[in-house]
């Protein structure tokens, strides 16, 4: 467990630990990735609790993603907005591929970035208490939606690419990491919090035979994606 963690700090954020682990654990440690995201979600969720105290809620809201940018380095937005440019830039395959390998941002990205933020602000006044806990949330359900991409996976490209670290994730893997997410909403927030999972876990499914038909298989950038596509539908659910 501990060399999961570690390795997933050095993978999905800032925080810097010099240590040595196996890449292998990338895939070995997916029953603990919403663990990790747990953990590395109360870091944020502690400053947005703490900047309420002397600030509007609604700023602290913003500046917490702010804050969680600075902190994992907006790794997931990247593939959020190469997944757009790339999956509905209505080309083939191979050419869809190229899109998303491209570091410049197109239009369609742009707009899926903005798509993301405005549903993560104008939520706010109608998401229920404690808000601090949906920020930890968040983060949480983001690597739970990730490890049901990984079900049976195929990558999409012929060599190189993070996404292929996942490859050879077992059911049973990617079972263990719903218990965390699951327990942790009803517990908090009762049958919305469980509606708001099962829209996630509907929405991965969904998401996956889009991609899929698409460029028949994930990359690093349409799994990454869908860790932001899985915030939008926990609020959706916290929000019914």
Known sequence: MI???????????????????DISYVRKGIPFITLFGFLIGLISGAFYFITQLFLPKLIAWILTFLFDVL?????????????ADGLFSSRKKERMLEIMKDSRIGSNGVLALILYYSVM??????LPEPKWFIVVCLSMIGKAGLSLQ??????????????????????????LAQILPIVSLTLVFGIKGFVGYM??????????WFVYKKIDGHTGDTL???????HILLL???MI
């Open 71 to 83: 902190l994992t380095g907006g790794f997931h937005l990247d593939g959020l907005a190469d997944m």
């Open 199 to 208: 829209l996630v876990l509907l929405g991965a499914v969904g998401y996956r």
């Open 236 to 238: 959706l659910g916290l």
């Open 150 to 175: 990984l079900y049976e996976m195929t990558y999409a490209r012929a060599t190189g690419g993070s996404g292929q670290f996942f490859s050879g994730t077992t059911l049973t893997q990617i079972a």
């Open 121 to 126: 602000f104008v939520s706010f006044s109608y």
């Open 3 to 21: 060399k999961a963690l570690i390795i997933y700090t050095q993978f999905f954020s800032r925080i810097a630990i010099p240590k040595t682990i």
């Open 224 to 230: 990454g994606a869908f860790v932001e596509i899985a």
